[in-house]
């Protein structure tokens, strides 16, 4: 393994190579950045240039765009509560009450540092494990992705500071936003108002209003002390302590395993796995209460797994040729339309290009780490403007963004809906991040039930049999048995308190 | 500064009346499309109309109008003014479309102006290899135990999904459908073993053929395809007559005037006939296929008829 | 001194909202939702899973509406920030209303200003320069950097 990542390297470093992989992660922080315009956007504007490249070279470039953005997608939560992907939700529940408590430099760096890490162990696991995980991924049939997604929704309902019949409602409810548009397995039309729903609430949409607008409208009027004067920027407060360094160690690590198994899953595996990550931390804490108010390895957690997530997404791509994702499909596109059809084969017929493109994820993180640091205190400067100078520009951010996404009036209108209910939820003590979570996994729970009924003749008995599945209705039996116990020796404990 | 506006005016409206063919084009034109940024409709898009631009004069822009399977930009196009300045591009899933909704914003024939088809392919019918030595064993093995062999296919109403009906009306044999969310999932699932067949693209089964994952046990054309000459088809083999090809093609709305829509099947045959087009859609897996207006109504109507047939006898429910 | 007396009432309706609100959006889902076909176990309608998710939803609306009744402390309602809420709105609204018909600069200029409008401390000529430059600052990003295919004016 070791010569051929050797091999990879010496492709990554000859200069021009270089360059574009600086150039793609540089671009793709740049527009991860952008409230609503993502990856996509960015790789389908750069797709006409990867034609005139050879194909290691274009695919460097757009697979750096994909992972920068990943970065430049915790910046925006980070600083103005703007998660452009389902997995940087996550990433605002810790990363923004720490900006706003005047940490932003601090929560950047950590930021940073726990993807950087996430990032080389999702290579390291490309780099050694890819065939082993792939054999593991093709063993995920139907019944296993129902169960899997059944464990990350009972784990999302655990995530909300409130009470947990509460953030299950609200995971429910997001359930019920993904059954809008046309049924997969049927193509039968459910709660279909307007043609444009057809093909369901799109998920900017939905995280813009729910997170971004409904900050906005609160914060938009609020009279704050004119600028946060005291506002770090030296290098000294954006590092952590040793002693917060130290608390940081575990949940990076647990993020980036959790990260770079569920990544390795075609489908929704970076969001299953920061928020698995990020429920994993809150539950055995020590300090849960901490949770919800900017606790930093609440934030280094999912930050190192949905980069984790990110590098071994590229398992299926690479070693199957079959895309994982949306943007993976691009990816494929591109390599495509440049005469190569990725396959089984790619690793034995281009082995340049394979291992080149793993070595470039793991210079491309080097980059992505090297070119953040610095960027901090720039980021931070950003926090220096006015809300009331900043605002108006974010309003419209999100505007052009939804709107460019599908050319579509309806998702704006849509995002201003999502707004205005997530301002009333917050004000009524509802959590937004569950409604998002079940948005996401829900209609893949729907899909992959509906299947596997179609597929074992109505026979609940596969759901235990199958081994992978058994291991999984293991734990969501154990989620839930957690929850209850908890809850009554909370309630004794409280009950003895008073008494 | 006023008067000198008012004066203007007349002119103004001199020119905005409508113009000879000769001074078509004067400003930018477009391609609308109804999928998503970055995928296949839109690359080829964008290739052609970075072609198109160079030999009309004007650039050409592309817009995406995803939503509804293309529906939601068929309908945009139909009602945008027919002066030869909105193109379409469009694909086979125009005639499923015609076929499957129970009503839609526009007419799927007569409410537009079709212009060429781009490029034309057929799908191919893979199973893991070594499973069925040929496309007969299957049919047989299908026939003996009627509903236990599973097509996994790209969605439901797509034209995989489709095809693989026609494949059961026209043999007689029983399959479960099982749908997928893409041709990717599809072929994941037959990988994995949960489904026996898939019928999807040369992009998607191919690179699998290759690396002696999947066995190619028959390809949907009504001949045989002139990349893969070796490929027994189905009509030769299980299905007389069988022929599905689909296609990608440039439509405008209905009532563009002769010389313009002639002007701009120049363009687009142009266009096909340059390497880098020419190229890039062979390498989608199609075949560069120029046609007239007519032959592209023709194979719509013909599209639409056998898919009507299809869904109403396999019991699809319309939408 | 009728306030004395909706002081109770009011805070049994304010524990009675959430729950209530959810309760209604359920029942709407059920409502949709029973039309729909819902199949066998194994062939399983497009109605199955709605039909579930909304009775769910039902349940839990319930069950909050009895926990937060029986909890006796009455949880602080985050006071609401009409100024922002409306102006913030009518400031998306018309970015969606206008964007199709005149275009991508005309629509950002009055999103922006607009949205300034939220902010007590907006002045006319301030907000009229800010939005200029916003605008521009919007036009160079979207349309001359990203080249995203919207058009900047009216066709």
């Avoid at chain 1, 609430?201 to 813009?208: E, N, T």
């Avoid at chain 1, 608390?247 to 980036?256: E, H, K």
């Avoid at chain 2, 056998?306 to 006898?313: G, N, P």
Wanted: charged content about 15%; aromatic content about 8%.
């Amino acid at each position: 393994m070791l010569d051929q990542f050797l091999l990879g390297l010496s492709v990554v470093l000859q200069p021009t190579v270089l360059i574009y992989a600086f150039f793609g992660v540089f671009l793709g922080q740049l527009i991860g950045v952008l409230p609503g315009v993502g990856a996509i956007t960015a790789i389908s504007l750069l797709l006409p240039v990867t034609f005139y490249l050879d194909a290691t070279t274009s695919m460097i470039l757009l697979a750096g765009i994909y992972y920068g953005s990943q970065y430049g997608g915790s910046i925006a939560s980070i600083l103005m509560n703007l998660p452009g992907t389902p997995s940087s939700v996550v990433t605002c529940l810790e990363g923004y009450p720490l900006a706003q408590s005047n940490r932003a430099g601090l929560a950047l760096f950590v930021a940073a540092f726990s993807s950087f890490v996430g990032g080389m162990v999702g290579v390291a696991i490309l780099v050694l494990a890819a065939i082993p995980m792939t054999i593991i991924a093709l063993k995920f049939g139907a019944p296993e992705y129902a169960m899997l997604v059944i464990l990350g929704l009972l784990a999302a309902s655990m995530i909300g500071t409130g009470s947990q019949i509460r953030s299950f409602a609200m995971v429910v409810l997001g359930i019920a936003l993904g059954l809008v548009g046309a049924d997969a397995t049927t193509g039968y039309y459910r709660f279909v108002a307007l043609p444009e729903l057809a093909d369901g609430i799109s998920l900017v949409s939905l995280a813009m209003g729910l997170f971004g607008v409904s900050e906005i409208i609160r914060n938009a009027s609020k009279r704050r002390p004119a600028n946060a004067p005291h506002l770090s920027i030296s290098m000294r407060d954006v590092i952590p302590t040793r002693e917060q360094a130290r608390s940081l160690g575990m949940p990076i690590l647990r993020g980036s395993s959790i990260g770079s198994f569920f990544g390795a899953l075609p489908g929704t595996g970076a969001a299953i796995a920061s928020f698995m990550a990020y429920a994993m931390e809150r539950r055995f804490s020590r300090s849960p209460e901490k949770f919800g108010k900017g606790h930093l390895p609440g934030l280094a957690a999912p930050e190192s797994a949905n980069n984790a997530a990110s590098q071994t997404g590229f398992i299926p791509t690479l070693t199957l040729g079959v895309p994982g994702d949306a943007v993976m499909a691009l990816i494929v596109g591109a390599l495509i339309l440049n005469g190569i059809i990725p396959g089984p084969r790619l690793m034995v017929d281009q082995p340049d290009l394979f291992w080149g493109v793993i070595a470039s994820f793991f210079v491309g993180n080097i980059i992505l780490l090297l070119i953040n640091i610095p960027l901090i205190k720039l980021w931070v400067l950003l926090l220096r403007i006015p809300y009331q100078k900043l605002y108006p520009i974010i309003v419209v951010m999100i505007c052009v963004g939804v709107y460019s996404h599908r050319t579509s009036v309806t998702d704006v209108v849509l995002t201003l809906a999502f707004g205005i209910l997530g301002y009333l939820m917050k004000n009524y003590r509802f959590e937004p991040a569950p409604v998002l979570l079940g948005f996401v996994l829900g209609p893949l729970l729907e899909d992959n039930f509906r299947r596997t009924m179609l597929l074992y003749g109505g026979d609940f008995s596969v759901f235990v049999t199958r081994p992978i599945s058994a291991v999984l209705v293991a734990g969501s039996v154990f989620l839930i048995g957690f929850a209850i116990f908890s809850s009554v020796s909370n309630r004794n404990k409280s009950n003895r308190a008073t008494t | 500064m006023i008067r000198k506006l008012l004066t203007a005016l007349p002119l103004a409206v001199a020119f905005a009346m409508p113009v000879a063919a000769e001074d078509f084009p004067d400003r930018s034109l477009r391609i609308v499309h109804g999928f998503g940024a970055g995928g296949n409709a839109d690359t080829v898009s964008r290739i052609i109309a970075e072609e198109m631009s160079k030999s009309l004069g004007q650039p050409v822009v592309v817009e995406s109008r995803p939503g509804a399977g293309g529906t939601v930009a068929s309908g945009y196009v139909s009602k945008e003014d027919p002066d030869g300045y909105t193109m379409q591009l469009m694909v086979g899933g125009h005639a499923v479309a015609a076929a499957l909704y129970n009503s839609l914003p526009y007419e799927s024939v007569d409410g537009f102006t079709f212009i060429s088809t781009l490029g034309q392919f057929p799908f191919m019918v893979a199973a893991r290899s070594g499973e069925y030595a040929s496309m007969e064993a299957l049919i047989e093995a299908a026939k003996a135990s009627p509903g236990s062999i599973k097509i996994g296919h790209s969605g439901v109403g797509s034209t995989q999904h489709l095809t693989g009906e026609l494949l059961a009306l026209r043999t007689g044999a029983e399959f479960l459908h099982i749908p997928y969310k893409g041709g990717a999932a599809a072929s994941t699932a037959l990988m994995g073993g949960e489904v026996d067949v898939v019928i999807d693209t040369g992009t998607v089964i191919r690179p699998q053929a290759d690396a002696g994952v999947y066995d190619i046990l028959a390809i949907t054309s009504g001949q045989r395809w002139p990349d893969a000459p070796d490929l027994p088809t189905v009509a030769e083999t299980v299905a007389p007559d069988f022929d599905v090809v689909s296609w990608t093609g440039i439509g405008m709305p209905a009532g563009v005037p002769t010389e313009i829509s002639d002007k701009v099947r120049g363009a687009v045959h142009a266009a096909l006939a340059t390497p880098a087009v020419s190229d890039k859609i062979a390498s989608l897996g199609a075949k560069p296929s120029p046609s007239t207006g007519e032959e592209m109504t023709n194979l719509i109507a013909g599209q639409i008829a056998v898919w009507t047939d299809v869904i109403a006898t396999a019991g699809i429910d319309k939408r | 001194m009728a306030e004395f007396d909706d002081q109770t009432d009011q805070s049994t309706v304010n524990r009675l909202v959430r729950g209530g609100v959810l309760l209604i959006a359920g029942l709407v889902m059920l409502f949709f939702a029973w039309g729909y076909p819902t199949g066998t176990i194994n062939q399983m309608g497009p109605g199955f899973i709605p039909q579930t998710v909304g009775v769910l939803i039902s349940v839990l609306a319930v069950a909050i509406i009895v926990i937060d009744l029986r909890n006796p402390e009455q949880e602080d309602v985050g006071q609401m920030h009409w100024r922002g809420l409306i102006f913030i709105s009518a400031a998306i609204a018309i970015f969606a209303i206008l964007v199709d018909v005149a275009g991508l600069v005309p629509s950002m200029f009055l999103a922006v200003a607009v949205s300034i409008c939220a902010d007590d401390d907006a002045r006319p000529i301030p907000t009229l320069i800010y939005a200029s430059i916003a605008t521009l600052f919007g036009w160079l990003l979207f349309l001359v950097a990203l080249g995203l295919p919207i058009p900047a004016f009216w066709r």
